[in-house]
């Protein structure tokens, strides 16, 4: 079998090929055809490349083959940002009337679509403990339709029985669609356990370099044909530079994942004593609960980890402010260090009760290890969390 990185630099040699060793940028709106039977064939031809760049468009494309087989789906499509992927894909997938099962413990805009926007279309959702499989099950209805999960789950890094999900949802004909953005293809690969479609926010680990907003949707052709025809529809066009910054951003996944797995792994080892530290969630880790889950469908445990601190609010806060590499953002998955904490993040946008009803304590972080050298970086949270201590 092909390994990860021979694929990330080859699997798109045949999409629209060139002599140009490096992909040339398509910077067009629009595309000519040689004659009127050619251009009415690009007219309908659906994920093509060579019609109007809402439609398709080479960089998009090459992008979508690099993803296609890491992921080891039959074909990909991209989009202008992760939640764009989201959107388009349940616009796509479900009506008014049908019901569709989340998480509590997901991203915000996923948990946003779910509790605001689908029910405002007539769609019925259901949020239930990703670590109970269960609770997936008591929630189907007659009229469920669609089941999205994220695992590991962010920002508590919380893992979803995904073989039992899939299971599951196809003995009641439900469809499962994937966040795989914590993971990446390199880490897990979701339709290898049943899972019919897969996206990403390719902002985070896919791009890798924190310039470039940008989403993926992986599946069989079946479904993505259904998903594309609503995405040339909503228009969440990636601009061609962006696909170009992307695919260059691929070549390098499966390296650069090595190294977001070992400083995932090396913090959360270092910090996981800590008597500052209340509780580490990191699935790499033998204490995290589920572990062993983890471990049989995860090939390596990601870059991000999220710490809570004893003394709650001010210890995270100083903790950030001590940090000499991470850098207080709201992203992940770049090369840079990146830490948050959501509680002060969303000071300003929700009260304490609904920050209480997150699930997210008042002390956590989320640290997103980058790539640089392991020392460095746990020489550098020990010292900010040292700190705390005195
Ligand atoms: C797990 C996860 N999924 C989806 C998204 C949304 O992606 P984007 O910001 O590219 O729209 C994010 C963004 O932070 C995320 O962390």
Same mark, same amino acid.
């Given at each position: 079998?092909?390994?990860?990185?021979?694929?990330?630099?080859?699997?798109?040699?045949?999409?629209?090929?060139?002599?140009?060793?490096?992909?040339?940028?398509?910077?067009?709106?629009?595309?000519?055809?040689?004659?009127?039977?050619?251009?009415?064939?690009?007219?309908?031809?659906?994920?093509?490349?060579?019609?109007?760049?809402?439609?398709?468009?080479?960089?998009?494309?090459?992008?979508?083959?690099?993803?296609?087989?890491?992921?080891?789906?039959?074909?990909?499509?991209?989009?202008?940002?992760?939640?764009?992927?989201?959107?388009?894909?349940v616009?796509?997938l479900v009506s008014a009337g049908d019901h569709v099962i989340g998480q509590k413990?997901?991203?915000?805009?996923?948990?946003?679509v779910l509790m605001?926007l689908l029910p405002r279309l007539g769609v019925e959702t259901t949020l239930v403990d990703q670590?109970d499989v269960h609770a997936f099950e008591k929630a189907l209805t007659s009229r469920t339709r669609l089941i999205l999960v994220?695992?590991?789950?962010?920002?508590?890094?919380?893992?979803?029985?995904?073989?039992a999900v899939a299971e599951l949802a196809r003995a009641h004909g439900v469809l499962t669609l994937?966040?795989?953005?914590?993971?990446?293809?390199?880490?897990?690969?979701?339709?290898?356990?049943?899972?019919d479609?897969?996206?990403?926010?390719?902002?985070?680990?896919?791009?890798?370099?924190?310039?470039?907003?940008?989403?993926?949707?992986?599946?069989?052709?079946?479904?993505?044909?259904?998903?594309?025809?609503?995405?040339?529809?909503?228009?969440?066009?990636?601009? $061609?530079?962006?696909?170009?910054?992307?695919?260059?951003?691929?070549?390098?996944?499966?390296?650069?994942?090595?190294?977001?797995?070992?400083?995932?792994?090396?913090?959360?080892?270092? !910090?996981?004593?800590?008597?500052?530290?209340?509780?580490?969630?990191? $699935?790499?880790?033998?204490?995290? $609960?589920?572990?062993?889950?983890?471990?049989?469908?995860?090939?390596?445990?990601?870059?991000? !980890?999220?710490?809570?601190?004893?003394?709650?609010?001010?210890?995270?806060?100083?903790?950030?402010?001590? !940090?000499?590499?991470?850098?207080?953002?709201?992203?992940?998955?770049?090369?840079?260090?990146?830490?948050?904490?959501?509680?002060?993040?969303?000071?300003?946008? !929700?009260?304490?009760?609904?920050?209480?009803?997150?699930?997210?304590?008042?002390?956590?972080?989320?640290?997103?290890?980058?790539?640089?050298?392991?020392?460095?970086?746990?020489?550098?949270?020990?010292?900010?969390?040292?700190?705390?201590?005195?």
């Open positions: 079998m092909t390994g990860n990185s021979t694929i990330a630099v080859h699997a798109d040699r045949e999409v629209h090929p060139s002599r140009a060793v490096a992909r040339p940028i398509y910077q067009t709106a629009a595309f000519g055809a040689e004659d009127g039977e050619r251009f009415a064939q690009v007219a309908v031809e659906r994920r093509g490349h060579d019609f109007y760049t809402r439609y398709g468009n080479p960089n998009h494309a090459q992008v979508a083959a690099v993803v296609a087989e890491l992921e080891h789906t039959e074909t990909a499509m991209v989009t202008a940002s992760g939640m764009a992927a989201l959107t388009t894909a616009l796509a413990s997901t991203y915000g805009g996923t948990a946003s605001n670590t994220e695992s590991p789950s962010n920002p508590l890094l919380q893992v979803t029985d995904l073989p994937a966040d795989n953005t914590f993971a990446t293809p390199v880490n897990q690969q979701p339709v290898a356990f049943g899972i479609l897969v996206w990403h926010s390719a902002t985070k680990y896919l791009n890798g370099h924190s310039d470039v907003s940008a989403g993926v949707l992986a599946g069989p052709a079946e479904l993505l044909d259904r998903i594309w025809d609503v995405g040339v529809l909503t228009g969440a066009v990636l601009g $061609p530079i962006d696909a170009w910054l992307l695919l260059r951003g691929l070549r390098t996944l499966p390296l650069r994942m090595e190294r977001h797995n070992a400083n995932g792994q090396a913090l959360a080892e270092a !910090l996981n004593e800590h008597p500052a530290v209340t509780r580490l969630h990191y $699935p790499g880790l033998e204490t995290h $609960p589920q572990h062993l889950l983890a471990k049989s469908q995860l090939s390596g445990f990601g870059g991000v !980890l999220a710490v809570e601190l004893a003394d709650g609010f001010e210890a995270a806060d100083a903790f950030l402010g001590r !940090l000499r590499y991470a850098r207080r953002s709201a992203s992940l998955g770049g090369v840079e260090s990146l830490a948050v904490h959501p509680a002060s993040m969303w000071r300003g946008m !929700l009260s304490d009760e609904q920050i209480a009803d997150s699930g997210v304590p008042l002390g956590l972080v989320r640290l997103a290890a980058g790539t640089e050298d392991t020392a460095d970086l746990v020489a550098d949270v020990l010292n900010a969390v040292e700190a705390l201590d005195r």
